[in-house]
């Protein structure tokens, strides 16, 4: 039987290259984001070259009846979640102290409730499956920023990061893999979105979605509890565990 993935944010960037990723290698897939007619236009794209069955799921993850569907998809018996992809995110223009708090709220829903929710939801769905050593898997899309020092953006990623690991190790012995994926900087709609300026960020350091999200998956498949693509941002984290704070919170001045 095929197997089913679950993307929130697929119509663009990260999602996207998962949603293509998944489905040439023959998952069916449920895509979750706010626009429908992208989203429809993906899946059709994607039903006829790979012959999958996909589920579009229109919501807005920072309200209820959006955060309520999407669980309930996670949740759907019949038509079971092998792989949820916690995905969807945006950032603020303004850092922490300058941006209104209603908008930090928003900026929580999104990087934190919504994920936290669906988490949950698939770690009780998955756990309830009888008989299978391999009951599920879950990515949580961090990013670098959460070996950062900058603002809400990296402290979200940085609560995902944590939450990930603790589940990697609590659930690996009961057939859930948990794998947070830490992105560097990705050429997406990110950051013109949120109108962040990247005039001042150096070619090397960006990565391609695709190129990202295929490691990604060769890192689930080695059952990796956090994947960093490249060996660019792996020397980088590692240079943020060794450095002192304040020479971190320098260097993360440059973006998110
Ligand atoms: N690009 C980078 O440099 C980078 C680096 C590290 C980590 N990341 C992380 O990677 C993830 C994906 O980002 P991306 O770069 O692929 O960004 P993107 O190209 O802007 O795509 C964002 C996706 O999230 C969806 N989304 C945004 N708000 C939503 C909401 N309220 N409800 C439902 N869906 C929503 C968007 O769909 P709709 O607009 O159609 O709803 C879109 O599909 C994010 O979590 C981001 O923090 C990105």
Redesign the pocket.
């Known amino acids: 039987m095929k197997k089913r993935a679950l993307i929130?944010?697929?119509?663009?960037?990260?999602?996207?290259?998962f949603a293509r990723a998944l489905a040439r290698r023959g998952w069916n897939l449920v895509i979750?984001?706010?626009?429908t007619a992208?989203?429809d236009a993906l899946a059709s794209e994607l039903r006829q070259q790979h012959n999958v069955y996909i589920d579009v799921v229109t919501?807005?993850?920072?309200?209820s009846t959006?955060l309520a569907l999407?669980t309930a998809a996670v949740r759907d018996s019949d038509r079971p979640v092998d792989l949820l992809i916690?995905?969807?995110?945006?950032?603020l223009a303004l850092l922490f102290g300058d941006t209104p708090i209603a908008d930090e709220d928003?900026h929580l829903?999104?990087?934190v409730r919504?994920p936290m929710h669906l988490m949950d939801a698939a770690l009780k769905t998955m756990s309830a499956r009888e008989n299978r050593n391999d009951k599920g898997a879950i990515v949580n899309?961090?990013?670098?920023?959460a070996f950062a020092l900058s603002g809400t953006?990296s402290a979200h990623?940085a609560w995902l990061v944590n939450l990930s690991q603790w589940a990697h190790f609590r659930y690996k012995n009961k057939g859930i893999h948990v794998m947070a994926?830490?992105?560097?900087?990705?050429?997406?709609?990110?950051?013109?979105?949120?109108n962040l300026d990247i005039s001042d960020i150096d070619d090397w350091m960006?990565?391609d979605?695709d190129r990202l999200v295929a490691g990604a998956l060769q890192d689930l498949d080695h059952k990796k509890a956090i994947s960093i693509p490249s060996l660019r941002y792996k020397f980088l984290v590692f240079m943020t565990r060794i450095m002192p704070a304040f020479i971190v919170a320098a260097l993360a001045k440059r973006g998110?």
């Open positions: 929130t944010g697929a119509t663009a960037g990260i999602g996207k290259a979750i984001s706010r626009d992208r989203m919501a807005d993850l920072t309200t959006g999407a916690n995905n969807a995110g945006a950032s928003w829903d999104l990087l919504a899309v961090a990013s670098v920023a953006y990623k994926l830490c992105p560097g900087f990705v050429r997406t709609e990110f950051h013109q979105r949120s960006w990565l979605a998110r």
